[in-house]
């Protein structure tokens, strides 16, 4: 037995030598290689999920629990500690209380938790959460805390308002962060009086803010003209703006804010309420030299785009997302739009912005190859597809048989022949997106659709335009019937999965079920 018992202890001795062996690269790393790999994975997982509120303190938590080593050298990055959050005070001394509660008047708008991070962060920047409620009292107190303990160190500011009237009350905090201030997020959760709002927002565009780049405004009213004291967007690179329904939009906001931005680079904007925008002047378009990324969402009641009076001439990526379930009625002055905004944004040598990247989602696809005609450089094309609609589908069969065939170019200036014998000339022919590599389509197709995609590929891979990628989505098929070959197409997949797959005892193999079988 005993013998047995050092076998057995020398065999789980070694079975444990070799794990440490193979973690000991890991182990063997020094502390400020380990650091940085955790910064690394704490910035890439901020980056995936667009903020870093939805990230929190989760991953600096899960690697301090890998080992002692590891959460000493957690503690001690700095940069892995900086989200504080500062929340509603509970247990204010006022007269609703009750003064016979221990905890009456020992408010405190910064947990134990964000007070630890502001320790473990030392000098670094910090991502500073704030949602004011609408008590006076209690949004008072958050912004005494937070005016007293990090004001001069916040990188990135998250305010979410409840009332226009608390404006007022985080100018003075941002005012004090200008020195460090690098990203804004704004919400104003409910917009009352809109021209008192616009009066705060336009106080708050007068700051002096040298290092903001990103800036987000949700709901947040826009200043209706320009003015030259308007210096805090002058260096941002990325502004986002959402409009609710109760908030007014019209061209003229929109000019007015991107005057601000002349060194903006990405442009995001959704548009939910009635526009205002009837006529415009095309002969006052807005230049924006360094603008690379556009992506608008709005209403199918837009008679107009909101960037058509704009000027992008190093466009790289184009985004246009319209709320609509049916026909768009207007979508041919929306062609007309982007055709003048392309033309408008042509460089020095003639030639239209560079755009690499087209998505669109919503009712355009029987007009969108007038849109590709002007688009030589596209590289990238996203559509959304929803097959519910016959009218959608076939115009989506149509725009691939647009892509796979080439087109007669249209002369602006015909010439009519002025004999009768005179030989008839052939129309000029030319493929749309010549330089397209990646087809998606971002929403429900139905199988058969493979069919025409894979023909699609190879009509462009005979004409040495060959697509990298090709990706469409496939899920069930709407509709009280689906036809005959999806059905098999449907089967067939179902085939090759593992569910479908049955063991035979006695061959010792496996085999496809049949179809409708009780599988195994």
């Known amino acids: 037995m005993h013998e047995l018992e050092e076998t057995l202890h020398q065999h789980f001795r070694e079975v444990a030598e070799k794990r440490n062996d193979a973690l000991a690269p890991v182990s063997r790393l020094p502390d400020d290689i380990l650091c940085q790999i955790f910064q690394e994975g704490h910035d890439s997982l901020q980056l995936e999920h667009h903020a870093f509120v939805a990230v929190g303190n989760e991953f600096s938590r899960l690697v301090s629990r890998i080992s002692h080593r590891w959460r000493a050298v957690a503690l ?16 204010l001394a006022d007269a609703d209380s009750d003064p016979i509660h221990p905890w009456y008047g020992s408010a405190n708008a910064l947990g ?62 941002i005012e004090r962060t200008a020195g460090t201030l690098r990203r804004l997020e ?23 803010l040298p290092h903001l780049k990103d800036v987000e405004l949700i709901g947040v009213p826009l200043p209706a003209q320009h003015h030259s004291a308007c210096v805090g967007l002058q260096n941002c690179r990325r502004l986002r703006f959402w409009f609710n329904r109760s908030t007014r939009f019209s061209s003229n906001h929109l000019h007015a804010i991107l005057r601000c931005t002349p060194a903006l680079e990405d442009l995001d904007m959704m548009l939910l309420q ?72 042509k460089g020095v040598d003639g030639r239209p912005p560079p755009i690499r990247t087209l998505v669109v989602q919503g009712g355009m696809m029987d007009t969108l190859d007038q849109i590709l005609l002007h688009l030589p450089d596209l590289e990238t094309l996203q559509l959304v597809f929803e097959c519910q609609w016959t009218g959608d589908e076939t115009n989506y069969r149509k725009l691939l048989g647009y892509l796979g ?116």
């Open 186 to 208: 704004l919400t104003l959760s409910h917009t009352v009086r809109d021209a008192e709002a616009q009066v705060v927002a336009e106080q708050l565009l007068v700051l002096n």
């Open 274 to 345: 009635q526009p205002n925008i009837t006529s415009l002047n095309v002969n006052e378009r807005l230049l924006l030299p360094e603008l690379r990324r556009i992506k608008c969402l709005c209403l199918d009641t837009f008679p107009h785009l909101p960037f058509v009076q704009l000027t992008a001439p190093k466009l790289d990526t184009l985004a246009l997302e319209v709320f609509s379930q049916f026909r768009i009625p207007t979508q041919q002055g929306w062609v007309g739009d982007i055709r003048g905004f392309l033309h408008a944004s």
């Open 76 to 91: 001690d990055t700095s940069s892995l500690w900086t989200h504080i959050r500062f929340v509603n005070p509970k247990y």
């Open 405 to 520: 065939t080439p087109q007669p170019v249209r002369d602006p200036h015909p010439v009519k022949a002025t004999r009768r014998d005179a030989p008839k000339l052939q129309p000029a022919t030319v493929w749309l997106c010549p330089k397209l590599q990646a087809f998606e389509s971002l929403a429900t197709a139905r199988p058969t659709h493979v069919h025409v995609l894979a023909a699609l590929a190879a009509q462009r891979r005979a004409a040495g335009l060959k697509l990298r990628g090709c990706e469409w989505a496939i899920g069930r098929a709407n509709g009280r019937s689906a036809h005959r070959e999806e059905r098999r197409c449907l089967r067939c997949r179902r085939s090759s999965t593992r569910s479908s797959w049955r063991w035979h005892g006695r061959l010792g193999a496996w085999s496809v079920a049949s179809i409708g079988g009780s599988g195994g």
């Open 112 to 173: 134990r938790t964000y007070t630890g991070n502001l320790a473990r962060s030392k000098l670094a920047l910090l991502n500073v959460e704030m949602d004011l409620p609408e008590f006076p009292g209690a949004h008072s107190r958050m912004v005494q805390e937070y005016l007293r303990t990090c004001h001069n160190r916040v990188g990135e500011l998250v305010l979410t308002l409840q009332t226009p009237d608390l404006l007022s009350v985080v100018v003075p905090c």
